[in-house]
């Protein structure tokens, strides 16, 4: 049998291995009762920085479910402390920034520093994770997308649709370039620095691009987004990520990544048809079907399999991250029907 890490580096060169590779975004601390009672001890923030502890909770999945790949256990937000914007994770309500960004000497005072002097706790834990998990499962290192992390800096908080970037951006379109020049060089050091240290792949998250009309992404958004993965593409794989985005898929695309990954809204087949077969395609199980009864899963994930159609290349995950309340035991099963009737598998 294949090992997990090399099952998920041959789907990310788009080739064949013994089945198809699995693993679940946002994994590690939702749904996991041994996540749930370390932090009942310990914060978010405590957990995410003191390395032994981001290195349990990063490798616990693997253990647990299954799965081929392990996410180093972080936040987006974190990168941001270096630049010297305070922020807090508020329970139940996610990263509140405490001065949203509105003006354009806020956004110039904003420092780039090196990764290693921001996030200092962040590269041991990624050495000492890669380390432990051996050949067993791949270490994905993340960030924030830089449209992602400027929703939080400009609306100071979560939002459905961030209508004050969406009049930023238009209404001091220099400000928002400014914004996106820094927040893409920060990322490209700290996507970098993770690479490094041993992360495998590195997802990019930009969870919030899909607020925005295709014009807007072209002109506002694209250009430092290729900038970003040009920096990154001889260093390390790098992997898409986006939600109800089905109309920027192409422009996606074109700004270069190795891997997109794809939410429960659009067929893969269909996402394939606007990436082309060069690019690898990570998901796209729709997060709510884990909570439904064994049998209506089963049929869901293989449905995601027969539309992936055995072609190389395919990273099984969800369309978004696993819902809090989902069961390990599920996820656990989820795992296994995977492997078992993953491409190469006999049907
Ligand atoms: O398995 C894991 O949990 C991996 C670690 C991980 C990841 C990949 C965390 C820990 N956060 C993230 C990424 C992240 N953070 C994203 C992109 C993914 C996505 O779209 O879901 C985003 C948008 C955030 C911002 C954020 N941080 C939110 C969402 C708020 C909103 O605007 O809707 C929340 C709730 C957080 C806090 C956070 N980050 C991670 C955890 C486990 C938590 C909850 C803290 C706790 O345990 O109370």
Same mark, same amino acid.
């Given at each position: 049998?294949?090992?997990?890490?090399?099952?998920?580096?041959?789907?990310?060169?788009?080739?064949?291995?013994?089945?198809?590779?699995?693993w679940?975004?946002r994994?590690?601390?939702?749904?996991?009762?041994?996540?749930?009672?370390?932090?009942?001890?310990?914060?978010?923030?405590?957990?995410?920085?003191?390395s032994?502890?981001?290195?349990?909770?990063?490798?616990?999945?693997?253990?647990?479910?299954?799965?081929?790949a392990?996410?180093?256990?972080?936040?987006?937000?974190?990168?941001?402390?270096?630049?010297?914007?305070?922020f807090?994770?508020r329970?139940?309500?996610?990263?509140?920034?405490?001065?949203?960004?509105?003006?354009?000497?806020?956004?110039?005072?904003?420092r780039?520093?090196?990764?290693?002097?921001?996030?200092?706790?962040?590269?041991?834990?990624?050495?000492a994770?890669?380390?432990?998990?051996?050949?067993?499962?791949?270490?994905?290192?993340?960030?924030?997308?830089?449209?992602?992390?400027?929703?939080?800096?400009?609306?100071g908080?979560?939002?459905?649709?961030?209508?004050?970037?969406?009049?930023?951006?238009?209404s001091?379109?220099?400000?928002?370039?400014?914004?996106?020049?820094?927040?893409?060089?920060?990322?490209?050091?700290? =996507?970098?620095?993770?690479?490094? +240290? #041993?992360a495998?792949?590195?997802q990019? %998250?930009?969870?919030?691009? @899909? /607020? $925005?009309?295709?014009a807007?992404?072209?002109?506002?958004?694209?250009?430092?987004l290729?900038?970003?993965?040009e920096?990154?593409?001889?260093?390390?794989?790098?992997?898409?990520?986006?939600?109800?985005?089905?109309?920027?898929?192409d422009?996606?695309?074109a700004?270069?990544?190795?891997?997109?990954?794809?939410?429960?809204?659009?067929?893969?087949?269909?996402a394939?048809?606007?990436?082309?077969?060069?690019?690898?395609?990570?998901?796209?199980?729709?997060?709510?079907?884990?909570?439904?009864?064994?049998?209506?899963l089963?049929a869901?994930? =293989?449905?995601?399999?027969?539309? +992936? #159609?055995?072609?190389?290349?395919?990273? %099984?995950?969800?369309?978004? @991250? /696993? $819902?809090?309340?989902?069961s390990?035991?599920?996820?656990?099963?989820l795992?296994?029907?995977?492997?078992e009737?993953?491409?190469?598998?006999?049907?």
């Amino acid at each position: 049998m294949t090992d997990g890490a090399d099952r998920f580096l041959a789907a990310t060169r788009c080739e064949k291995s013994d089945t198809t590779p699995v693993w679940f975004m946002r994994q590690a601390g939702r749904s996991l009762p041994q996540y749930r009672a370390l932090r009942r001890r310990f914060s978010f923030m405590e957990l995410a920085t003191t390395s032994d502890l981001c290195v349990e909770v990063t490798c616990l999945p693997v253990d647990i479910l299954g799965v081929d790949a392990a996410v180093v256990f972080a936040d987006i937000m974190l990168p941001l402390q270096g630049m010297g914007v305070a922020f807090e994770i508020r329970e139940g309500v996610g990263p509140v920034i405490r001065k949203p960004l509105s003006s354009q000497p806020e956004v110039d005072n904003l420092r780039i520093i090196e990764a290693e002097e921001a996030t200092p706790y962040l590269f041991p834990a990624i050495r000492a994770a890669r380390e432990r998990l051996g050949r067993r499962a791949a270490l994905i290192g993340f960030g924030g997308a830089p449209f992602t992390l400027a929703c939080y800096l400009v609306e100071g908080h979560g939002s459905r649709d961030f209508p004050r970037v969406r009049t930023l951006i238009h209404s001091e379109p220099e400000i928002w370039n400014r914004l996106m020049t820094t927040l893409t060089e920060v990322s490209a050091r700290y =996507l970098s620095a993770q690479a490094s +240290a #041993g992360a495998d792949v590195v997802q990019l %998250f930009d969870s919030w691009v @899909g /607020v $925005l009309d295709r014009a807007t992404f072209e002109v506002h958004v694209a250009p430092h987004l290729q900038r970003l993965l040009e920096r990154l593409r001889y260093l390390v794989p790098v992997i898409y990520f986006s939600t109800a985005s089905a109309h920027l898929l192409d422009g996606i695309a074109a700004a270069g990544p190795q891997g997109v990954s794809i939410d429960w809204r659009l067929p893969l087949g269909e996402a394939w048809g606007v990436i082309g077969p060069h690019r690898f395609i990570q998901g796209n199980l729709d997060p709510a079907l884990v909570l439904a009864p064994w049998p209506v899963l089963e049929a869901a994930a =293989l449905g995601v399999l027969s539309e +992936a #159609g055995g072609r190389p290349g395919h990273i %099984f995950n969800l369309g978004h @991250g /696993v $819902l809090p309340a989902s069961s390990p035991e599920q996820l656990r099963r989820l795992v296994d029907l995977v492997h078992e009737k993953g491409a190469g598998k006999p049907s």
